[in-house]
């Protein structure tokens, strides 16, 4: 029992002091003068923003990507104690006191500078030689563009973190393949791979080309499992459902747990509410749930609704009247139906009410008990303000001429019958017999006698002329136009009308909403719903001062500045360390060559390098060139602003590949001891170049010390580069 | 030409060389993709061995007699037992060719006459423009007149449809203007009956390529039922349209390299030769009818490299003898392409020789060469002076006239002044007058005083002609190229500020030289920033009615982009000088029409409001094109696919995928496979990847095109989806078959399920026809009409 007092307690720690040093050198780099400057740099003031949302709880949609990495930045607001108390307005704006600016830059940094010991690993799991592996960190660690986007509340070096944390997950894992598998340390780095990956793809979209990356590698790993005849089918079986349950299934879960928490956090109504459905919003504290509380669910016959169009782009409007009629002629001379104008209006107002009528009754009360309305009946719907019918015909629409116009009836032409018959179609029922509920249902209307939808043609954002107070057309399409959410709508506002007399009546419309029932939507339908706006949401397209094209990249023919002091010379630019890159260039280049040389010659079963050279050879270029190509070429596919930054994870998979090469030319082309030692003496020389750009270049990645004109004017390397030099 | 056929009986005397099948002797160690590996001579296994007879006695009597030799994949076995034995096995009519037997031509003749009996029946209805007839047979009446024109689609396919209306006595006098005009006594149906020629000859393709692949007859019987009684190719085919053409040359490419393929165990043979190079010469046709022949060539790329590395792991091949290989696709799958593409394109604007409507996407350079256009024979006065009015064209490939007009730029962009911008046609709004910067245009308009010129390095103000505003431009970012300047019109007649102020430079001339029109190469410096004036190619959006952006942009990189030529030249005080403008080579041309196609395609994007066919709404056959008619009482045509053919497909491209994985696992652990399921899945394997590729390269680019994309450009992939029906099915019924061998029922199944298939899509056919063959009546949401029980989809609109 007690035998551990027999022994003395041993512990044998084994430091790799390399590594050890790598760390602290990544940190020191990363680390170093945090918290300067105290100012606002660069995307910050987008990233910001949502620090500050998530400390208030109020809900946000950031259209360009997962929430993972937002709440990460927003872990180091709330570890350094920010309230959330701050205007993100202006690039360069001065922090003020309450902003923990250390604590929010704290996070992307370390992830950065872990990055440099992660390199170390990776080449040494590739079976590369120490010096290698030392030399790929070291690259790394002086590489300028990495550490300006390391040291502020960005989020590539997060990204770039997970992706070579998963990276080196699988390739331990695989290592341990051969002789331990379904041990501990095996599963552990299986799971890691699963969870890095998410914790990627969460971060930012682009995760997920790494994410495909590293799954097709074990794809094609299992591929040769399932070829060896050593493995039974059942023990094959299992390895395909470990790795199924720790490459898929977790990290999908994973994901949306990332979601989980961002909704459970943020439960306050906010900026972005009216992107999402009124649904949604009525499930935020505050907002449209002050308004919905408490209102009836079933819309009955003599109810008062508003009514929303469920596209919501590009803005969220509703079903409205007012008195104007629509004008005789149009500017292009065709003429109109003169009537009541019916508009979409994107403002809360009393002229966006309207009356659910039973066309075989004359009343628009409620009765008691409520008649509910449901799919498939036919009914009116009467202009709260005007009782005027809504009503379409075969007259061409104002803005879209091959559509129906949509007005309120007024029986100024004799030989026009009014036609103000709709069915209610419910889209999302379960049964054909389901009632219209308030909020939850999404109803078409469709006109009994042409069989024209209602809908609101806003999409272009075009809106009617002057006549029209430009607001948004609405118009009836024929039906066969096919399924679209301009032609959808939900009831927003409701209430039981209970006023027989007109006065009375407006006087109702007037006053709030009040009653009392409560809406939750299930965390899946939030979740589908909050994914599709993320997916779905284009912000316009315009071209930034500094957005670039993608085949800037490679050449880094572009730079971004960061910051500029408000006084002094003193500035921060994303600037990549020019050595390095075009070194990086040339070693995916000799790559490629070589390798497809050694391929052809392979194939005629001439072996150049010993079979145990070029299996490291082949699985360090699929993770190098491959984690390259797929991180840096979709770029050229995507039509959205481009920056430097979205480089930065292919261009760390480029630099990976330097030594990999390096150590390849050494040990395999360089026979002769002459040549070796004139290898190495090129390969000092080449490196303390790549210090020496490092150096010279440092004042611009830390914005310290304030250089004059002529130095910024001497650091001006290429043309394109865009330094700001202030005019004396 | 009986040397080229690898398979037909016709080359008899030829086939004991030609066959595809290896004789027992062949060299050992080659292995070839397309041909079986050599059986042991022995006799099929009798269950499979009357399975296809049996499916296909029912539609060719002839076949009936074939039993004893014919089994499913008997082709090859078969051949070499005629050829060991040979006069055939005792039956006088079956001819000791390979592969033979009755069956195949007659099946191959059914095919081809029930194809070409689907395509041209009804050919001349509806006789009225339908659809983008109103497009290609105005073009093809272009080539007719001679006249220029410009389309985003390379030549060959509208060359082919003017000469189909030439040869056929169509005169080119109708003008085409929209759907629904009437022919009156216009020959139509020449033009008509080539692309459903075209259209027809689909059919016999895919069957020959199914067959090729499988060698399987029901299974190419399949997908040639398949095709012809699909509604959406028939529609498809009836009318003047590229899409025929495309299919035409994309499956004759497929279908010669299938041929070559298992013809590769006699590489340079002449029947080798041919297919070779009748690859090639298909690769060029698909190319110059659409840039969508890309895709195919990229197939055929594809299969190429592949049989490449094939060949190169052989060691018992030289390396001179693969040298030879690679050389000679080189040549036929390269170079012949190459050389016939721009052929194509040099008969196009030999036989274009007159000006027309596409003149003002090109340079002035290749405007002058057409006839009637104002720079033919051009006479204007030859030195820049002020007080003229002029044009400029930019001289990036397509670039268009400087231009201004009434509308501002919209608030937030930039300052609220008038826009200029770049547009690619002949307008007024394109004229601009020079005016020398200090002084105004009175004093110049007397006709008594003294002409001044231009000269290089003069400061100068244009005005433009129609609003009389000046050309300026100042520190506003432009709408687009955030980096660049806005440029803007300001000033009232004429009167501006010094923001007006441009240099003007003639590159690589020294100052004070005069500016020659149309030759010099101009650039405009302004005076107070210091930008140059140029276009940056982008297309404004609707604000801006889709024209191209002009800014200045303040990087002084010398680009096309930022240079300028005078292209039109009024000054009554000059007398009129006859040029003759540089005249352009013709790779220079090429290179310009493909800019202009290049920009014109990615120019086509589709409207904001529009509701665009998706790329995922086409597998499912989720909606149609209207091709003629809208109302009751018209003649509708309307493009959909047969609704259940098209599920079947889409049915089984998931089935084949669950086929394949499981096939190759199996393969990979190494299972022992009987021969004849080996057989089976090699055919699965190697046959309908090849097929799954095409499929998959003729559909997944359209996912990643920011272009409008319509209905029928699933069409080339749902060729490959049906001929992977056709593999898949067949290969999934012998399966089937498989495990009840040595029982009549094996052969019942097989049979049966053969039968089911092709009567369920003869049947769906008879019932969806009326869409191709045109529909008059209510429409089919109305419960009057014959059809109204058919609309299964609310998205169909007949």
């Given at each position: 029992?007690?035998?551990?007092?027999?022994?003395?307690?041993?512990?044998?720690?084994?430091?790799?002091?390399?590594?050890?040093?790598?760390?602290?050198?990544?940190?020191?780099?990363?680390?170093?003068?945090?918290?300067?400057?105290?100012?606002?740099?660069?995307?910050?003031?987008?990233?910001?923003?949502?620090?500050?949302?998530?400390?208030?709880?109020?809900?946000?949609?950031?259209?360009?990507?997962?929430?993972?990495?937002?709440?990460?930045?927003?872990?180091?607001?709330?570890?350094?104690?920010?309230?959330?108390?701050?205007?993100?307005?202006?690039?360069?704006?001065?922090?003020?006191?309450?902003?923990?600016?250390?604590?929010?830059?704290?996070?992307?940094?370390?992830?950065?500078?872990?990055?440099?010991?992660?390199?170390?690993?990776?080449?040494?799991?590739?079976?590369?030689?120490?010096?290698?592996?030392?030399?790929?960190?070291?690259?790394?660690?002086?590489?300028?563009?990495?550490?300006?986007?390391?040291?502020?509340?960005?989020?590539?070096?997060?990204?770039?973190?997970?992706?070579?944390?998963?990276?080196?997950?699988?390739?331990?894992?695989?290592?341990?393949?051969?002789?331990?598998?379904?041990?501990?340390?095996?599963?552990?780095?299986?799971?890691?791979?699963?969870?890095?990956?998410?914790?990627?793809?969460?971060?930012?979209?682009?995760?997920?080309?790494?994410?495909?990356?590293?799954?097709?590698?074990?794809?094609?790993?299992?591929?040769?499992?399932?070829?060896?005849?050593?493995?039974?089918?059942?023990?094959?079986?299992?390895?395909?459902?470990?790795?199924?349950?720790?490459?898929?299934?977790?990290?999908?879960?994973?994901?949306?747990?990332?979601?989980?928490?961002?909704?459970?956090?943020?439960?306050?109504?906010?900026?972005?509410?009216?992107?999402?459905?009124?649904?949604?919003?009525?499930?935020?504290?505050?907002?449209?749930?002050?308004?919905?509380?408490?209102?009836?669910?079933?819309?009955?016959?003599?109810?008062?609704?508003?009514?929303?169009?469920?596209?919501?782009?590009?803005?969220?409007?509703?079903?409205?009247?007012?008195?104007?009629?629509?004008?005789?002629?149009?500017?292009?001379?065709?003429?109109?139906?003169?009537?009541?104008?019916?508009?979409?209006?994107?403002?809360?107002?009393?002229?966006?009410?309207?009356?659910?009528?039973?066309?075989?009754?004359?009343?628009?009360?409620?009765?008691?008990?409520?008649?509910?309305?449901?799919?498939?009946?036919?009914?009116?719907?009467?202009?709260?303000?005007?009782?005027?019918?809504?009503?379409?015909?075969?007259?061409?629409?104002?803005?879209?001429?091959?559509?129906?116009?949509?007005?309120?009836?007024?029986?100024?032409?004799?030989?026009?019958?009014?036609?103000?018959?709709?069915?209610?179609?419910?889209?999302?029922?379960?049964?054909?017999?389901?009632?219209?509920?308030?909020?939850?249902?999404?109803?078409?209307?469709?006109?009994?006698?042409?069989?024209?939808?209602?809908?609101?043609?806003?999409?272009?954002?075009?809106?009617?002329?002057?006549?029209?107070?430009?607001?948004?057309?609405?118009?009836?399409?024929?039906?066969?136009?096919?399924?679209?959410?301009?032609?959808?709508?939900?009831?927003?506002?409701?209430?039981?009308?209970?006023?027989?007399?007109?006065?009375?009546?407006?006087?109702?419309?007037?006053?709030?909403?009040?009653?009392?029932?409560?809406?939750?939507?299930?965390?899946?339908?939030?979740?589908?719903?909050?994914?599709?706006?993320?997916?779905?949401?284009k912000n316009e397209d315009t071209e930034h001062k500094y957005s670039s094209s993608a085949l800037d990249?490679?050449?880094?023919?572009t730079?971004i500045?960061?910051?500029?002091?408000?006084?002094?010379?003193?500035?921060?630019?994303?600037?990549?360390?020019?050595?390095?890159?075009?070194?990086?260039?040339?070693?995916?280049?000799?790559?490629?060559?070589?390798?497809?040389?050694?391929?052809?010659?392979?194939?005629?079963?001439?072996?150049?390098?010993?079979?145990?050279?070029?299996?490291?050879?082949?699985?360090?270029?699929?993770?190098?060139?491959?984690?390259?190509?797929?991180?840096?070429?979709?770029f050229?596919?995507m039509e959205k602003t481009l920056f430097l930054?979205h480089?930065?994870?292919?261009?760390?998979?480029?630099?990976?590949?330097?030594?990999?090469?390096?150590?390849?030319?050494?040990?395999?082309?360089?026979?002769?001891?002459?040549?070796?030692?004139?290898?190495?003496?090129?390969?000092?020389?080449?490196?303390?170049?790549?210090?020496?750009?490092?150096?010279?270049?440092?004042?611009?990645?830390?914005?310290?010390?304030?250089?004059?004109?002529?130095?910024?004017?001497?650091?001006?390397?290429?043309?394109s580069?865009n330094?700001?030099?202030?005019?004396? | 030409?009986?040397?080229?056929?690898?398979?037909?009986?016709?080359?008899?005397?030829?086939?004991?060389?030609?066959?595809?099948?290896?004789?027992?002797?062949?060299?050992?160690?080659?292995?070839?993709?397309?041909?079986?590996?050599?059986?042991?001579?022995?006799?099929?296994?009798?269950?499979?061995?009357?399975?296809?007879?049996?499916?296909?006695?029912?539609?060719?009597?002839?076949?009936?007699?074939?039993?004893?030799?014919?089994?499913?994949?008997?082709?090859?076995?078969?051949?070499?037992?005629?050829?060991?034995?040979?006069?055939?096995?005792?039956?006088?009519?079956?001819?000791?060719?390979?592969?033979?037997?009755?069956?195949?031509?007659?099946?191959?003749?059914?095919?081809?006459?029930?194809?070409?009996?689907?395509?041209?029946?009804?050919?001349?209805?509806?006789?009225?423009?339908?659809?983008?007839?109103?497009?290609?047979?105005?073009?093809?009446?272009?080539?007719?007149?001679?006249?220029?024109?410009?389309?985003?689609?390379?030549?060959?396919?509208?060359?082919?449809?003017?000469?189909?209306?030439?040869?056929?006595?169509?005169?080119?006098?109708?003008?085409?203007?929209?759907?629904?005009?009437?022919?009156?006594?216009?020959?139509?149906?020449?033009?008509?009956?080539?692309?459903?020629?075209?259209?027809?000859?689909?059919?016999?393709?895919?069957?020959?390529?199914?067959?090729?692949?499988?060698?399987?007859?029901?299974?190419?019987?399949?997908?040639?039922?398949?095709?012809?009684?699909?509604?959406?190719?028939?529609?498809?085919?009836?009318?003047?349209?590229?899409?025929?053409?495309?299919?035409?040359?994309?499956?004759?490419?497929?279908?010669?390299?299938?041929?070559?393929?298992?013809?590769?165990?006699?590489?340079?043979?002449?029947?080798?030769?041919?297919?070779?190079?009748?690859?090639?010469?298909?690769?060029?046709?698909?190319?110059?009818?659409?840039?969508?022949?890309?895709?195919?060539?990229?197939?055929?790329?594809?299969?190429?490299?592949?049989?490449?590395?094939?060949?190169?792991?052989?060691?018992?091949?030289?390396?001179?003898?693969?040298?030879?290989?690679?050389?000679?696709?080189?040549?036929?799958?390269?170079?012949?392409?190459?050389?016939?593409?721009?052929?194509?394109?040099?008969?196009?604007?030999?036989?274009?020789?007159?000006?027309?409507?596409?003149?003002?996407?090109?340079?002035?350079?290749?405007?002058?060469?057409?006839?009637?256009?104002?720079?033919?024979?051009?006479?204007?006065?030859?030195?820049?002076?002020?007080?003229?009015?002029?044009?400029?064209?930019?001289?990036?490939?397509?670039?268009?006239?400087?231009?201004?007009?009434?509308?501002?730029?919209?608030?937030g962009i930039g300052?609220?002044?008038?826009?200029?911008?770049?547009?690619?046609?002949?307008?007024?709004?394109?004229?601009?007058?020079?005016?020398?910067?200090?002084?105004?245009?009175?004093?110049?308009?007397?006709?008594?005083?003294?002409?001044?010129?231009?000269?290089?390095?003069?400061?100068?103000?244009?005005?433009?002609?129609?609003?009389?505003?000046?050309?300026?431009?100042?520190?506003h970012e432009a709408p687009l190229t955030r980096k660049h300047f806005q440029?803007?019109?300001?000033?009232?007649?004429?009167?501006?500020?010094?923001?007006?102020?441009?240099?003007?430079?003639?590159?690589?001339?020294?100052?004070?030289?005069?500016?020659?029109?149309?030759?010099?190469?101009?650039?405009?410096?302004?005076?107070?920033?210091?930008?140059?004036?140029g276009s940056s190619g982008k297309t404004l959006p609707?604000?801006g009615?889709?024209?191209v952006e002009v800014t200045c942009t303040p990087y002084?990189?010398?680009?096309?982009n930022?240079?300028?030529?005078?292209?039109?030249?009024?000054?009554?005080?000059?007398?009129?000088?006859?040029?003759?403008?540089?005249?352009?080579?013709?790779?220079?041309?090429?290179?310009?029409?493909?800019?202009?196609?290049?920009?014109?395609?990615?120019?086509?994007?589709?409207?904001?409001?529009?509701?665009?066919?998706?790329?995922?709404?086409?597998?499912?056959?989720?909606?149609?094109?209207?091709?003629?008619?809208?109302?009751?009482?018209?003649?509708?045509?309307?493009?959909?696919?047969?609704?259940?053919?098209?599920?079947?497909?889409?049915?089984?491209?998931?089935?084949?995928?669950?086929?394949?994985?499981?096939?190759?696992?199996?393969?990979?652990?190494?299972?022992?496979?009987?021969?004849?399921?080996?057989?089976?899945?090699?055919?699965?394997?190697?046959?309908?990847?090849?097929?799954?590729?095409?499929?998959?390269?003729?559909?997944?680019?359209?996912?990643?095109?920011?272009?409008?994309?319509?209905?029928?450009?699933?069409?080339?992939?749902?060729?490959?989806?049906?001929?992977?029906?056709?593999?898949?099915?067949?290969?999934?019924?012998?399966?089937?078959?498989?495990?009840?061998?040595?029982?009549?029922?094996?052969?019942?199944?097989?049979?049966?399920?053969?039968?089911?298939?092709?009567?369920?899509?003869?049947?769906?056919?008879?019932?969806?026809?009326?869409?191709?063959?045109?529909?008059?009546?209510?429409?089919?949401?109305?419960?009057?009409?014959?059809?109204?029980?058919?609309?299964?989809?609310?998205?169909?609109?007949?």
């Amino acid at each position: 029992m007690l035998g551990f007092l027999k022994k003395p307690v041993v512990v044998t720690a084994e430091i790799n002091m390399n590594l050890m040093a790598l760390t602290v050198m990544g940190l020191i780099s990363r680390l170093w003068g945090l918290s300067y400057p105290r100012a606002v740099v660069f995307d910050e003031v987008y990233y910001g923003q949502f620090v500050s949302l998530y400390m208030k709880r109020i809900f946000f949609v950031d259209d360009s990507g997962p929430p993972f990495g937002n709440m990460l930045l927003a872990l180091g607001g709330y570890l350094g104690g920010f309230d959330g108390n701050f205007l993100w307005n202006r690039i360069g704006a001065e922090y003020s006191i309450n902003v923990p600016v250390w604590s929010l830059r704290l996070l992307p940094a370390l992830a950065g500078a872990l990055c440099v010991p992660l390199a170390y690993q990776i080449l040494i799991e590739l079976q590369f030689s120490h010096c290698a592996a030392l030399g790929a960190a070291l690259l790394i660690l002086l590489e300028n563009s990495l550490i300006t986007q390391s040291r502020f509340m960005l989020l590539e070096s997060i990204l770039i973190f997970f992706i070579l944390l998963a990276v080196l997950s699988y390739l331990k894992f695989y290592n341990l393949q051969r002789h331990s598998s379904f041990s501990g340390s095996w599963w552990f780095w299986l799971l890691l791979t699963g969870v890095a990956c998410s914790c990627a793809v969460g971060v930012k979209y682009m995760g997920l080309f790494t994410y495909m990356l590293l799954l097709a590698i074990a794809g094609l790993h299992f591929w040769h499992m399932i070829g060896d005849q050593n493995f039974s089918n059942v023990s094959l079986m299992c390895h395909f459902l470990a790795r199924a349950l720790a490459l898929v299934i977790i990290p999908m879960a994973m994901y949306l747990s990332f979601f989980y928490v961002h909704l459970t956090l943020l439960y306050r109504s906010g900026p972005h509410d009216q992107i999402m459905t009124s649904a949604f919003q009525a499930s935020l504290e505050g907002g449209l749930a002050r308004i919905t509380q408490g209102q009836p669910l079933e819309v009955a016959y003599g109810s008062q609704i508003t009514l929303r169009n469920v596209l919501g782009k590009p803005m969220q409007c509703w079903l409205h009247s007012h008195t104007n009629t629509y004008p005789i002629r149009y500017e292009n001379g065709r003429g109109s139906s003169h009537q009541q104008q019916v508009t979409c209006y994107p403002f809360k107002d009393v002229n966006n009410w309207w009356i659910v009528k039973d066309p075989g009754m004359q009343q628009l009360v409620v009765s008691n008990p409520p008649r509910p309305v449901r799919h498939g009946h036919i009914v009116q719907l009467v202009h709260g303000i005007t009782t005027r019918y809504l009503n379409t015909h075969d007259v061409a629409a104002p803005l879209s001429p091959h559509s129906q116009e949509v007005s309120c009836y007024i029986d100024y032409n004799i030989s026009m019958p009014a036609q103000n018959l709709w069915r209610v179609e419910i889209l999302n029922r379960e049964s054909d017999t389901d009632v219209w509920k308030t909020i939850l249902s999404e109803v078409r209307f469709v006109h009994v006698n042409t069989s024209a939808v209602l809908k609101a043609s806003a999409l272009s954002g075009a809106s009617l002329p002057e006549w029209g107070y430009r607001q948004l057309e609405v118009v009836g399409e024929k039906l066969s136009k096919g399924y679209h959410q301009s032609m959808v709508w939900n009831v927003e506002e409701h209430r039981y009308g209970k006023s027989q007399e007109q006065k009375e009546r407006e006087v109702e419309l007037h006053s709030p909403t009040q009653m009392d029932i409560s809406k939750n939507l299930s965390f899946m339908a939030k979740f589908t719903e909050l994914q599709w706006k993320i997916l779905t949401l284009k912000n316009e397209d315009t071209e930034h001062k500094y957005s670039s094209s993608a085949l800037d990249w490679i050449t880094m023919d572009t730079n971004i500045a960061y910051w500029l002091h408000p006084t002094s010379g003193a500035q921060i630019h994303l600037l990549g360390n020019i050595v390095t890159w075009a070194s990086a260039n040339v070693a995916a280049l000799v790559y490629t060559c070589l390798s497809l040389w050694y391929l052809v010659r392979r194939r005629r079963k001439i072996y150049d390098i010993p079979e145990g050279a070029w299996q490291p050879w082949v699985s360090a270029g699929g993770i190098c060139v491959g984690g390259w190509a797929v991180n840096y070429l979709p770029f050229f596919l995507m039509e959205k602003t481009l920056f430097l930054y979205h480089y930065l994870p292919a261009l760390t998979f480029q630099i990976l590949l330097i030594p990999i090469v390096l150590q390849h030319l050494s040990d395999h082309l360089c026979r002769s001891l002459l040549l070796k030692s004139m290898f190495s003496a090129l390969l000092v020389a080449w490196f303390s170049s790549v210090y020496l750009v490092y150096s010279t270049f440092s004042p611009v990645t830390y914005g310290e010390p304030a250089l004059s004109v002529t130095e910024l004017k001497d650091l001006r390397w290429k043309d394109s580069w865009n330094i700001l030099i202030r005019k004396q | 030409m009986s040397a080229s056929d690898c398979h037909q009986p016709q080359g008899r005397p030829l086939t004991s060389r030609l066959g595809c099948s290896r004789t027992a002797a062949d060299p050992a160690g080659l292995h070839l993709p397309a041909c079986p590996a050599p059986h042991p001579p022995r006799t099929p296994s009798p269950s499979m061995r009357r399975a296809r007879p049996g499916a296909g006695a029912p539609r060719m009597p002839a076949a009936g007699g074939g039993q004893a030799e014919l089994g499913p994949r008997g082709g090859p076995l078969r051949q070499r037992e005629s050829r060991r034995l040979p006069g055939g096995l005792a039956r006088p009519a079956a001819p000791p060719a390979p592969s033979a037997g009755p069956a195949r031509p007659a099946a191959l003749a059914l095919v081809t006459l029930l194809s070409f009996a689907s395509r041209f029946h009804r050919l001349p209805e509806p006789p009225h423009v339908c659809w983008d007839e109103t497009h290609f047979g105005k073009m093809g009446s272009y080539y007719i007149n001679r006249t220029f024109f410009f389309d985003v689609h390379p030549p060959l396919g509208k060359m082919l449809i003017g000469l189909a209306g030439y040869l056929s006595g169509y005169d080119g006098t109708f003008p085409f203007q929209k759907p629904g005009d009437r022919y009156e006594q216009h020959n139509y149906v020449g033009m008509r009956g080539f692309c459903a020629f075209l259209g027809s000859c689909l059919v016999p393709f895919a069957y020959l390529i199914v067959l090729e692949l499988s060698k399987s007859l029901p299974a190419a019987l399949l997908a040639a039922f398949i095709l012809i009684f699909d509604t959406g190719c028939i529609t498809l085919s009836q009318y003047i349209l590229l899409d025929p053409i495309l299919m035409f040359f994309l499956m004759g490419a497929v279908l010669s390299m299938v041929k070559c393929n298992s013809c590769a165990d006699r590489p340079f043979s002449a029947s080798w030769w041919f297919w070779l190079s009748l690859t090639g010469v298909n690769l060029a046709g698909a190319m110059g009818v659409k840039f969508v022949g890309l895709f195919v060539v990229l197939l055929v790329g594809l299969n190429t490299i592949y049989d490449l590395w094939d060949l190169l792991g052989n060691l018992s091949l030289s390396l001179v003898m693969f040298g030879k290989h690679l050389l000679a696709r080189v040549l036929c799958l390269i170079l012949l392409p190459l050389a016939l593409y721009t052929a194509m394109f040099a008969v196009h604007f030999t036989v274009l020789n007159k000006s027309g409507p596409g003149d003002g996407f090109f340079s002035s350079a290749f405007q002058s060469q057409l006839i009637g256009n104002n720079l033919h024979n051009v006479s204007v006065p030859e030195h820049l002076a002020y007080g003229s009015v002029v044009t400029m064209k930019n001289l990036r490939m397509a670039g268009g006239y400087l231009h201004s007009h009434w509308h501002l730029y919209p608030e937030g962009i930039g300052a609220r002044q008038q826009q200029v911008t770049a547009y690619l046609h002949k307008d007024l709004n394109n004229l601009w007058i020079i005016k020398k910067h200090d002084s105004d245009t009175a004093d110049l308009s007397d006709p008594s005083s003294p002409v001044e010129f231009v000269r290089h390095g003069d400061i100068i103000r244009l005005e433009h002609k129609e609003t009389s505003r000046n050309l300026h431009s100042h520190q506003h970012e432009a709408p687009l190229t955030r980096k660049h300047f806005q440029v803007t019109g300001y000033g009232i007649n004429g009167t501006g500020d010094s923001n007006d102020f441009w240099r003007i430079e003639v590159v690589g001339r020294k100052a004070g030289k005069l500016i020659k029109v149309l030759r010099s190469q101009v650039r405009l410096t302004h005076v107070a920033t210091g930008c140059i004036l140029g276009s940056s190619g982008k297309t404004l959006p609707k604000w801006g009615w889709e024209q191209v952006e002009v800014t200045c942009t303040p990087y002084l990189k010398e680009s096309p982009n930022s240079l300028w030529n005078f292209e039109d030249h009024i000054n009554p005080k000059l007398p009129n000088i006859s040029l003759d403008v540089l005249k352009p080579s013709f790779a220079e041309i090429l290179l310009e029409s493909h800019m202009v196609m290049i920009r014109g395609n990615s120019g086509l994007k589709p409207k904001d409001n529009e509701v665009t066919s998706k790329p995922w709404h086409w597998p499912i056959n989720y909606q149609g094109l209207r091709f003629s008619g809208v109302n009751e009482t018209d003649y509708r045509v309307y493009l959909l696919g047969n609704p259940v053919i098209w599920w079947l497909n889409l049915v089984t491209i998931g089935l084949y995928l669950l086929i394949a994985v499981s096939t190759a696992v199996a393969l990979k652990r190494g299972v022992q496979l009987t021969t004849e399921l080996e057989e089976l899945s090699r055919v699965v394997l190697r046959g309908g990847g090849q097929i799954t590729l095409g499929w998959l390269l003729h559909y997944l680019p359209f996912f990643m095109m920011g272009r409008v994309l319509y209905f029928h450009h699933y069409f080339p992939a749902m060729l490959f989806s049906s001929m992977l029906t056709g593999i898949t099915w067949d290969a999934l019924l012998k399966f089937c078959a498989g495990f009840l061998s040595h029982s009549t029922t094996a052969r019942k199944v097989y049979r049966g399920g053969f039968l089911a298939l092709v009567l369920l899509i003869t049947y769906s056919f008879y019932l969806f026809h009326p869409l191709s063959y045109g529909m008059i009546g209510p429409m089919a949401s109305d419960p009057s009409s014959p059809m109204a029980g058919l609309r299964w989809m609310d998205s169909w609109e007949f």
